[in-house]
């Protein structure tokens, strides 16, 4: 699976983004797909995740701000952030991992896309 993520950028705090990461290489289906992100010296953190079926889950940082939405037949996975601050500036990355649930570990996602930088001033 080849992951490409776009739609990073600069906003305001409170103001909105949406992510969008493109799938290749492999039916996109049978993934789980989630979202990480990685601010300096800290650790990479599952954001959302969602499963082929749709569950979803999420960060509690995000709870109610971010929504994960996946469409199979484009191989596409979103997510629209919205109410943002300034402690949601980081890289964000989307990953793949064949499971039947969400995994909260970037250790155990299997493909990873090349990261898009989100940056929330104040």
């Given at each position: 699976v080849q992951l490409q993520a776009s739609g990073g950028g600069l906003v305001q705090a409170g103001g909105s983004l949406r992510l969008?990461?493109?799938?290749s290489g492999r039916t996109f289906?049978?993934?789980v797909m989630g979202?990480?992100?990685?601010a300096p010296e800290k650790q990479r953190e599952?954001?959302?995740?969602?499963?082929s079926g749709g569950s979803t889950k999420y960060a509690d940082s995000v709870e109610d701000r971010f929504t994960i939405s996946r469409h199979n037949a484009k191989n596409t996975v979103d997510l629209q952030m919205n109410s943002l601050k300034p402690e949601d500036t980081a890289v964000y990355y989307c990953a793949a991992t064949r499971s039947t649930r969400v995994l909260n570990s970037a250790?155990?996602?299997e493909y990873w896309g090349q990261g898009t930088q989100v940056t929330v001033s104040s």
């Amino acid at each position: 699976v080849q992951l490409q993520a776009s739609g990073g950028g600069l906003v305001q705090a409170g103001g909105s983004l949406r992510l969008s990461c493109a799938a290749s290489g492999r039916t996109f289906s049978g993934y789980v797909m989630g979202w990480f992100r990685q601010a300096p010296e800290k650790q990479r953190e599952l954001v959302a995740g969602i499963t082929s079926g749709g569950s979803t889950k999420y960060a509690d940082s995000v709870e109610d701000r971010f929504t994960i939405s996946r469409h199979n037949a484009k191989n596409t996975v979103d997510l629209q952030m919205n109410s943002l601050k300034p402690e949601d500036t980081a890289v964000y990355y989307c990953a793949a991992t064949r499971s039947t649930r969400v995994l909260n570990s970037a250790r155990l996602y299997e493909y990873w896309g090349q990261g898009t930088q989100v940056t929330v001033s104040s």
